[in-house]
């Protein structure tokens, strides 16, 4: 039998002894995949938006502006926003008069438009005053302008001025460089100060591109094309999870990719027997080879033993989060991980995050699991970081004033008060309902009334340090307080296979824990995730079980045992506030987040 010629990339393979030489045989491999494959940032990405026949200092206000507009949006959406922007004139002269909702209206559906259109504003205005309307052309001086982070310093420099002092970390650098176990770290700036001490300077600037469109097309962020990258032997995220499912003598369940079939049972035929040794003297060749490049290349962790056995069982926790066929997985892989952040991390974290600001005023979009107060002392919590927040983004006031907060399960609109007295005023109209909240909530079951009320009153029942709010059966004892409040509530769509609905749900209060109770109790409708309100009041049973329809369950992928560990579905959308001088309302609103959207979509319950 003819010998089969081995491919370039598999001598590539074979010739890496080293944890360098790994890492620039990563990179070969990857620029050869890029170079047969055009990706959405060859053609759309920032670096091509500017508008090449207009003066230098335009050029370098729009590619500013392109990158200020990329974060959180796609590449077409970014293209054409910067084609409506050019048409209407993307100068600092044009940005300073045009009006704000001129400017959301060109930027819409940008993500966070709003916001960003704040953001432009104020930036021409500093470029006029402080650099004579070009771009400042130092890294500190980039991050100190609103809206702009490390990533869009670097990318900026490295465009407008071809200067390269860093490395521009966004989410696909991210995820890559992990995947390929070059760093193993949490957040962007983390990764960008590892790969700057791992690659040479000649690497910082073309790193970049080439691992964004690396991951817009072949290491997608679910379901990546593992079939088609030419680099999956020397993939740690793939190929040491077949080496450690199929390592003799282990009792952990198989994992394949998430763009492999189910293993199959065993056969009984000879053909098959003869073909599954075959596959293991394979495997186990294979896993020599890993073991020779662990031993090179892993550095064991503190604690471990080290060697071969402590690198895959690393590996094993890490790469199982994202490659388990668990619909679970995909979920918490769209969650920040906040409460492993540290103080500073936080801060930056939450200062983007702000979705209003006025001159009383200041509204964050609150991230799940983030808890305002009474949190442990080793997770994140809001109140903490309270000065350090305000200092970086209203050093002018003396702290931050809550007004309506959240639970540590909810995700949406949080609103503060600058001043004392804002804060007393504002308590006073919410006592007086007059602000009005909207909780969007997947719940499980579907109403029978498309728009109702609700008004079942409620007590407070206390069981150590959990609260619950439960109807009022009979007469209130004298020390309990019982509240007479309202849900309104408005079907926005249903999916009678799967048996859920999305439901909007209209309050006076902020009070969360009043929206779980009223679906609940009054509609038979639980929120999906949401683990306290499962029983009735001194019920022994659960009166509704936990468990979702077969249908749902397995359009989200989830086993049994997932659904105590789902996150709650339930965001505030909107807040209506009051505002005292106009005598208008003010919208603020927040987008659902990434899960949110994503187990939306499974459920085909998102409204296009």
Not at 9 to 18: G, M, Q, R, T, W
Request: hydrophobic share 40%; glycine share 4%; net charge positive.
């Amino acid at each position: 039998m003819q010998k089969r010629t081995k491919t370039a990339a598999e001598l590539e393979i074979e010739d890496c002894p080293s944890y360098n030489d790994l890492i620039e045989t990563h990179i070969k491999l990857i620029r050869q995949m890029r170079e047969k494959v055009s990706a959405p940032v060859d053609t759309m990405g920032c670096h091509m938006l500017a508008d090449g026949k207009a003066d230098p200092k335009t050029n370098r206000f729009q590619t500013l502006v392109a990158l200020m507009l990329s974060s959180q949006t796609k590449d077409q959406i970014t293209a054409e926003a910067m084609e409506r922007l050019k048409k209407e004139g993307c100068t600092v002269e044009n940005f300073i008069t045009m009006t704000e909702k001129r400017l959301e209206d060109l930027l819409k559906p940008v993500g966070f438009y709003r916001r960003k259109a704040q953001y432009l504003k104020r930036v021409a205005l500093i470029l006029r005053d402080e650099y004579g309307g070009d771009i400042p052309n130092t890294f500190e001086s980039l991050c100190s302008l609103p809206g702009v982070g490390p990533k869009m310093s670097n990318l900026a420099l490295q465009i407008a001025f071809g200067k390269v002092e860093g490395i521009a970390v966004d989410t696909h650098v991210h995820r890559i460089a992990n995947r390929l176990k070059w760093v193993n770290t949490n957040t962007p700036e983390q990764t960008e100060q590892s790969l700057k001490e791992l690659l040479p300077k000649s690497e910082w600037g073309a790193i970049n591109k080439l691992l964004v469109g690396f991951g817009q097309t072949i290491c997608l962020p679910v379901h990546p094309k593992c079939d088609e990258c030419i680099s999956q032997k020397l993939c740690p995220w793939i190929d040491l999870l077949i080496c450690l499912t199929t390592w003799p003598n282990t009792n952990r369940v198989q994992i394949c990719p998430r763009n492999s079939n189910k293993m199959s049972g065993p056969e009984t035929s000879d053909d098959r027997v003869a073909e599954d040794q075959a596959k293991k003297t394979d495997l186990s060749s294979k896993y020599a080879q890993w073991e020779r490049l662990a031993k090179e290349w892993e550095i064991p962790e503190e604690g471990e033993s080290g060697g071969v056995d402590s690198m895959f069982k690393k590996i094993y926790r890490d790469a199982t989060d994202e490659v388990e066929k668990s619909g679970l997985k995909d979920l918490w892989a769209l969650i920040d991980p906040i409460w492993k952040f540290e103080k500073e991390e936080l801060v930056n974290y939450m200062a983007k995050r702000v979705v209003f600001e006025s001159e009383d005023i200041i509204a964050f979009d609150k991230p799940f699991q983030l808890a305002v107060s009474s949190g442990p002392k080793d997770q994140a919590q809001l109140d903490r970081i309270f000065q350090l927040l305000k200092e970086r983004i209203a050093p002018g006031i003396d702290r931050l004033y809550t007004v309506s907060p959240l639970d540590k399960s909810c995700t949406g609109v949080m609103i503060f008060a600058k001043s004392r007295l804002k804060q007393l005023e504002l308590k006073a109209l919410l006592a007086e309902d007059k602000f009005l909240f909207r909780f969007r909530c997947l719940c499980k079951n579907i109403p029978e009334e498309d728009k109702a009320r609700i008004s079942i009153p409620l007590i407070k029942v206390l069981k150590g340090s959990n609260m619950k709010l439960c109807p009022l059966i009979g007469t209130a004892s004298r020390y309990e307080k019982v509240y007479h409040l309202n849900t309104d509530f408005k079907l926005v769509n249903e999916c009678k296979p799967v048996h859920c609905s999305v439901v909007d749900a209209f309050v006076r209060r902020s009070l969360a824990h009043l929206v779980r109770s009223h679906l609940y109790y009054g509609l038979n409708c639980p929120i999906v995730g949401d683990q306290k309100y499962t029983k009735a009041h001194k019920a022994s049973n659960p009166v509704l079980p936990m468990a979702l329809s077969p249908n749902a369950m397995t359009a989200l992928s989830l086993r049994k045992n997932d659904l105590r560990k789902m996150p709650m579905f339930m965001h505030c959308a909107v807040v209506h506030v009051p505002e005292t001088k106009s005598q208008k309302m003010v919208l603020i609103r927040s987008e659902m987040p990434s899960f949110f959207v994503h187990a939306l979509k499974r459920l085909r319950l998102l409204k296009k």
